[in-house]
């Protein structure tokens, strides 16, 4: 029974190969923070069918990583290396293990400085508040990044590598490494690391930079190495106390599309559906398809973050789904200060 798989394997590249490994980790590790989260929550009571879900599993997740990996790939990545062939041929000799290592540390010295930088510039904290959107920050909530932000970052992570002259298979490795660290610092666990936490960054310090606490606007910028936040002056770590609050000070769109709208043009999203024929439509059809998955599955009504609106199913425009604050109140909010992160929050 194992012979087609075997034969499937070896009919493989080496990438083919490898991902055919790094796939099923992946997996595991999911399962295993799952488990992780239940047993030994931050935030006791975060259901797994929390706000946002649908957006960061569908729309993030799989949509937008599959075609921003054809983009980066095939559009950015192979004509550089198509320009400058072997050029900067740097580290083909090198062990597979020193490659990854040798990029997983300058990629994660580099993403501390963009990701402080994105913290302090107007106009790059639009391709960044998207990823302090969600007030139920869990092992998925890491994958909700604007899609500039990813071109950019994986672009640069990515390229140098080819270029470089690495083995490829050193992609598909940082990629797993990339996707396992990212859910683990995003984690509901309660971790107590203690001194590793100096090296090692994980959900300790990373679910504090989700925090919506003045502290930490402008702290633990850190993804995989704890040090550079050490190193560097921004390490927020607090014995003993847990944030009260999270996400964003101010209204943040629900929908994948609304929230890349709002970082080019400020509007509030219910006061947009009230107003707008086409946009009520298309919220229709998110409401009627959540309507018709939480009728069959009563926890999944709040995979949106909305409650399904009674009616949802039949009429278009649906009635004002409740539990969200009135459209003047969050369009104040949206309009006070929302370039970046507001000193003192608005809630
Ligand atoms: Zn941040
Ligand atoms: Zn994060």
Same mark, same amino acid.
């Given at each position: 029974m194992l012979e087609p798989i075997s034969t499937f394997y070896y009919s493989l590249n080496a990438v083919g190969r490898t991902t055919m490994i790094t796939t099923p980790i992946l997996l595991l590790a999911v399962v295993v923070l799952l488990v992780l989260e239940r047993k030994?929550?931050?935030?006791?009571?975060?259901? /797994? /069918?929390?706000?946002?879900l649908f957006v960061d599993l /569908?729309?993030?997740?799989l949509v937008q990583s599959y075609f921003l990996q054809i983009l980066i790939f095939g559009f950015i990545i192979a004509p550089l290396a198509a320009h /400058?062939?072997?050029?900067?041929?740097?580290?083909?000799?090198?062990p597979v293990a020193a490659q990854v290592g040798f990029f997983v540390i300058t990629h994660d010295f580099y993403i501390y400085w963009f990701h402080r930088f994105q913290h302090n510039s107007a106009f790059f904290w639009r391709t960044h508040e998207a990823h302090h959107s969600g007030k139920h920050v869990d092992w998925l909530a890491g994958s909700r990044s604007h899609i500039v932000e990813i071109i950019i970052n994986q672009s640069i992570e990515f390229a140098p590598i080819i270029l470089l002259g690495a083995n490829p298979i050193v992609v598909p490795i940082k990629a797993l490494i990339d996707a396992v660290w990212g859910m683990y610092i995003h984690a509901n666990i309660d971790v107590k690391s203690g001194k590793l936490q100096y090296v090692i960054n994980g959900p300790e310090m990373h679910l504090w930079h989700h925090a919506d606490h003045e502290e930490v606007y402008y702290a633990n910028f850190s993804t995989k190495f704890a040090f550079w936040d050490w190193m560097f002056g921004t390490a927020f770590l607090p014995q003993d106390r847990k944030p009260e609050r999270w996400g964003l000070p101010y209204a943040f769109p629900k929908d994948y599309f609304a929230q890349h709208a709002f970082s080019v043009v400020r509007f509030d999203e219910k006061a947009l559906a009230e107003k707008s024929a086409v946009f009520r439509a298309y919220h229709g059809v998110r409401w009627r398809l959540l309507g018709w998955v939480g009728e069959r599955l009563p926890a999944a009504k709040v995979l949106q973050g909305w409650e399904v609106p009674q009616g949802a199913l039949e009429t278009v425009p649906a009635p004002r789904p409740g539990g969200n604050p009135e459209p003047a109140a969050a369009v104040a909010a949206a309009t006070?200060?929302?370039?970046?992160?507001?000193a003192s929050p608005v809630s």
């Open positions: 030994f929550p931050y935030r006791k009571g975060l259901p /797994f /069918f929390r706000e946002g /569908f729309w993030y997740t /400058f062939g072997t050029r900067f041929d740097l580290v083909s000799s090198w006070t200060d929302s370039s970046r992160p507001v």
